[in-house]
T-cell receptor, first 113, second 114 residues
Framework: SQKIEQNSEALNIQEGKTATLTCNYT??????LQWYRQDPGRGPVFLLL?????KEKRKERLKVTFDTTLKQSLFHITASQPADSATYLCALPGYSSASKIIFGSGTRLSIRP | DAEITQSPRHKITETGRQVTLACHQTWNHNNMFWYRQDLGHGLRLIHYSYGVQDTNKGEVSDGYSVSRSNTEDLPLTLESAASSQTSVYFC?????????????FGPGTRLTVL
């Protein structure tokens, strides 16, 4: 079955630095990959989608890469701010049905002032 | 503005009781989903629906049921609540059968089964 792996350990970085989060997946070649942000006590919020034929996608201070050979996506936040502190989830379409989304367990990011 | 709401936000119940969690969306989305989120497991799919009268089982569907009588609502029922069903439950919706569009999540329901 398909598996999504995100670093379960929290990532703590200094404000102003670039945060890089990793999402690895196995047993599957998805047509796209999504990233979501989740704040404590709230539901996830969609951030970005990157398709398999796109190497990189940007949105303001966010950058996502998608390496289908390595089966890996990297999520970067440049010029990080304390307000970026949250849990970030990567998600893939289900193998049996693209309308289902399978989520990774997320990486908690803390930005210290 | 369109939104997706869940009620109640918090619920405490006893083992063996039937519990229904409500989910209502005004996005007019065809697709609706129920997830549970537990530490160490992330979001796990319980049930989902691609339209009125359509329901499908997800990876952790045992002990849960859903029904879809209209586009806006997908209530989740725990037939006989168990302590293992203590969790945070999220409802979500999306507009495309191909799933390329993002999922919109509700605020969640925190359920405690004593």
């Amino acid at each position: 079955s398909q598996k999504i792996e995100q670093n379960s350990e929290a990532l703590n970085i200094q404000e102003g630095k670039t945060a890089t989060l990793t999402c690895n997946y196995t047993n599957y070649s998805p047509a796209y990959l999504q990233w979501y942000r989740q704040d404590p006590g709230r539901g996830p919020v969609f951030l970005l989608l990157i398709r398999e034929n796109e190497k990189e996608k940007r949105k303001e201070r966010l950058k996502v890469t998608f390496d289908t050979t390595l089966k890996q996506s990297l999520f970067h936040i440049t010029a990080s701010q304390p307000a970026d502190s949250a849990t970030y989830l990567c998600a893939l379409p289900g193998y049996s049905s693209a309308s289902k989304i399978i989520f990774g367990s997320g990486t908690r990011l803390s930005i210290r002032p | 503005d369109a939104e997706i709401t869940q009620s109640p936000r918090h619920k405490i119940t006893e083992t063996g009781r039937q519990v229904t969690l409500a989910c209502h969306q005004t996005w007019n989305h065809n697709n609706m989903f129920w997830y549970r989120q537990d530490l160490g497991h992330g979001l796990r799919l319980i049930h989902y629906s691609y339209g009125v009268q359509d329901t499908n089982k997800g990876e952790v569907s045992d002990g849960y049921s859903v029904s879809r009588s209209n586009t806006e609502d997908l209530p989740l029922t725990l037939e006989s609540a168990a302590s293992s069903q203590t969790s945070v439950y999220f409802c979500a919706s999306s507009e495309s059968y191909r799933g390329l569009n993002e999922q919109f999540f509700g605020p969640g329901t925190r359920l405690t089964v004593l």
